[in-house]
């Protein structure tokens, strides 16, 4: 009875660098969901996948952020050129078929340090 | 823009009082609202979910409600115990998903 899962769980990487997290939701799940939260604040909404569909990637903070879904199962979510001000946890969810009202299981989140 | 605000933002009791956490956004037109509580070091777990048609759900010691007109929702937690001492989070889902910035709950024993 796996639940949403993510790795690494924790990642220390230098400025410039390129980092790829990844999230593997719950099996037969079709939407998955992108977050982050930064040291005190709140989570921030990233990006959307929903089966087949385009993705909704009004989330994304700048064009250095890009995620993929292979499959319809496992996402990357590639930070390129990292900044100091990437670090925060990246909180992954999924849930059955994105329809509105669905309850997002969450995943335990990857630790990003960029340093 | 929607903004979601929540009240307290820290909130210390002893074991066994009822409280109450509160949730204000500022848009409306949403399709629901979501209470998760977060654990140091771990992911978001959903508690509740209340959909715009709805005015209220329960689930155990936790009830929570919705009013749309007026921009608020509350989590009434009963009889708290030490194991609920968490981050509890509101999200709105509308245009897309905003969520709160939390209230850190610590239930003393």
């Known amino acids: 009875g796996a639940g949403v899962s993510q790795s690494p769980s924790n990642k220390v990487t230098e400025k410039g660098k390129d980092v790829e997290l990844r999230c593997d939701p719950i099996s037969g799940h079709t939407a998955l969901y992108w977050y982050r939260q930064s040291l005190g604040q709140g989570l921030e909404f990233l990006i959307y996948?929903?089966?087949?569909?385009?993705?909704?990637k009004s989330g994304l903070p700048s064009d250095r952020f890009s995620a993929e879904r292979t499959g319809g199962s496992v996402s990357t979510l590639t930070i390129q050129r990292t900044q100091q001000e990437d670090s925060a946890v990246y909180l992954c969810a999924s849930s059955l078929e994105g329809l509105f009202g669905e309850t997002q299981y969450f995943g335990p989140g990857t630790r990003l340090l960029v340093l | 823009k929607q903004e979601v605000t929540q009240i307290p933002a820290a909130l210390s009791v002893p074991e066994g009082e009822n409280l109450v956490l509160n949730c204000s956004f500022t848009?409306?037109?949403?399709?629901?609202l979501q209470w998760f509580r977060q654990d140091p070091g771990k992911g978001l777990t959903s508690l509740l979910l209340?959909?715009?048609?709805?005015r209220e759900q329960t689930s155990g010691r936790l009830n929570a409600s919705l009013d749309k007109s007026s921009g608020r929702s509350t989590l009434y937690i009963a009889a708290s115990q030490p194991g609920d001492s968490a981050t509890y989070l509101c999200?709105?889902?509308?245009?897309?998903?905003?969520f709160g910035p939390g209230t850190r709950l610590s239930v003393l024993p």
């Open positions: 209340i959909q715009s048609s709805q």
């Open positions: 999200a709105i889902y509308g245009q897309n998903f905003v």
């Open positions: 848009d409306s037109a949403i399709y629901n």
């Open positions: 996948f929903q089966g087949n569909s385009a993705p909704d």
